[in-house]
């Protein structure tokens, strides 16, 4: 349960917050001064601050400045009225997480809360290689395999020094947990770490997250921000899907990487930065390079020191070795027995080809471990392995309704508008779209094979947009084209 510290002088303020955040989703402490905030701090490690700008023992920069020198890596979001707003910019670039104005929206501090804490988790949780040992809350690397010991080689030989480095691998391979081990093994493990999904930040806003921009800049822009880029100075900044970035954000990426410094969206002063970057990807960097999708010169600057996950399929005897880690997790996790695994269940395990590699191991193992009814994983409780994404032959000419290669039958489009028109619908134009989009997605990314790339080109939209589209419809890939209610974990 993540623990939140309030620091705030306002009895409402501490009343409303400790109703919207409380147990089981969150523990939270509070305090009126900033001395108090800090004896709580010192005790407890919250997961993150939410610091008033003005208390009784503390004004400006004071408290939140005394916060970072107790731990550097605690997000802060700070709370800031509409007349001290350069105040929490000031912050910001100095490592605050974000701020909030005065009257507070708890519907938007609610989501900078999961994301503060999330972010913390990623800098404090240990991510460890082996697993003999290991704390019970780390996240561990397991693996025996060859190629998996290349990675903790490889991991050991670059921590420590200040190079970009370049993770490769399928989706669900530990990209992540590469780029945490390598973070808490550095110098820098004492400064922020923070994440940017790239993949999952509509086009138009990523350069803003990665850079920043000033107020005015753009349509909604009604506020400076400061981008990752200078809110993670002497920290590591990690950029997962890189390859979703646009050619504009490359070529200030580029820019970034080579000379430490950058401009935000909008503006005119160049920021000088401090920042080690790990970037990963599971497209084939090479290959859009030479369609022009990705810029070489780009790609050589983050191709300094690559480190390459194998997928799941290829490890072997660790598919056996991470069976049995996890459910052993997760019988301590239920408060139960690790279960026995017959023969013909590990053989069914072993049988799959894992498109989702660990990630999916995790979440069909966990599944099953739910559905058990006595001390035995069966195979019949492995509800989570799933057919690959149905494909539609080249040579299908068009989308001909209900056959062989469409197991979904075609929607009646005058009978849906009538039963709409009949509930007095007032999102007609808006439901349409979303059906209409949510079928064409499916039929080309099932006539693709689940490949993105190629359904982004099919559809004349960039990958990074068809990303956002699927996660907005509720689709996933990893395990075929299903729906929110056909997913796993």
């Known amino acids: ?13 501490l009343h409303a917050f400790r109703k919207a955040f409380h147990p089981p989703e969150y523990e939270t402490l509070t305090a009126r001064t900033a001395a ?30 005394r916060v970072k020198q107790v731990d550097a890596r605690t997000p802060v979001i700070l709370v800031t009225g509409h007349g001290t707003t350069d105040l929490a910019i000031e912050a910001i670039k100095r ?7 005065k009257p507070l929206a708890y519907d938007q501090l609610r989501e ?6 999330a972010s913390s988790r990623l800098m404090h949780v240990p991510a460890v290689m082996a697993g003999v040992g290991a704390p019970a809350e780390a996240d561990v690397l397991v693996g025996r395999a060859t190629a998996i010991q290349d990675v903790f080689k490889a991991i050991g030989r670059v921590a420590a020094t200040t190079a ?12 992540e947990l590469v780029a945490r081990a390598i973070y808490q093994h550095s110098t820098r493990a004492d400064k922020p770490f923070l994440a940017v999904n790239c993949g999952a930040i509509p086009e138009p806003l990523l350069e803003s997250e990665l850079f920043g921009h000033e107020k005015g800049a753009f349509t909604g822009a009604d506020r400076k921000r400061i981008g990752k880029f200078e809110q993670c100075h002497g920290g590591t900044l990690f950029l997962d899907e890189v390859g979703d970035l646009s050619l504009l954000a490359q070529v200030k990426l580029l820019r970034a990487l080579q000379e430490q ?39 050589f600057r983050l191709n300094v020191f690559t480190i390459r996950l194998p997928p799941l399929r290829d490890r072997g005897d660790d598919l056996e070795l991470l069976t049995d880690y996890y459910l052993a997790r997760y019988a301590q ?20 080809r894992w498109p989702g590699n660990v990630r999916e191991l995790q979440s069909v193992l966990k599944q099953g471990m739910l559905q058990m009814g006595g001390a035995v994983l069966l195979p019949e409780f492995l509800t989570g392995l799933r057919k690959p994404a149905t494909v539609i032959p080249a040579d299908d000419p068009a989308d001909a309704g209900p056959g062989p290669t469409s197991p979904r039958p075609a929607l009646d489009w005058n009978q849906f508008i009538s039963e709409r028109l009949a509930a007095g619908s007032r999102d007609l134009y808006a439901d349409c779209l979303t059906i209409m989009e949510r079928q064409l997605l499916v039929r080309i990314l099932e006539r693709t094979g ?15 947009s068809l990303r956002h589209k699927l996660r907005t419809l509720g689709l996933t890939i990893e395990r075929g084209v299903t729906g929110d209610d056909d997913r796993g974990e």
């Open 1 to 13: 349960m993540p623990i939140l510290l309030l620091i705030d002088d306002e009895p409402v303020i």
């Open 450 to 464: 689940g490949n993105q790339l190629r359904a982004a080109e099919i559809l004349g939209i960039t990958r990074g």
């Open 112 to 117: 900078l809360v999961a994301r503060a804490c």
């Open 333 to 352: 996790e239920f408060g139960r027995p690790a279960p026995i695994v017959p023969p013909d269940t590990r053989q069914a395990i072993r049988a799959y």
């Open 95 to 101: 490592g605050a997480f974000d701020y909030l104005l």
């Open 261 to 299: 410094r950058f401009e935000r969206v909008g503006g005119t002063e160049t920021i000088q930065t401090d920042v080690r970057v790990i970037a990963a990807t599971n497209a084939d960097l090479e290959t859009l390079a030479a369609a022009g999708r990705f810029r070489s010169d780009l790609y």
């Open 164 to 175: 970009t480095v370049l993770i490769l691998g399928e989706s669900g391979t530990g990209k």
């Open 36 to 65: 108090e905030g800090l004896a709580i701090l010192a005790d407890r490690r919250p997961d993150a601050v939410i610091l008033d700008v003005h208390l009784p023992d503390g004004s400006g920069l004071q408290a939140f400045d």
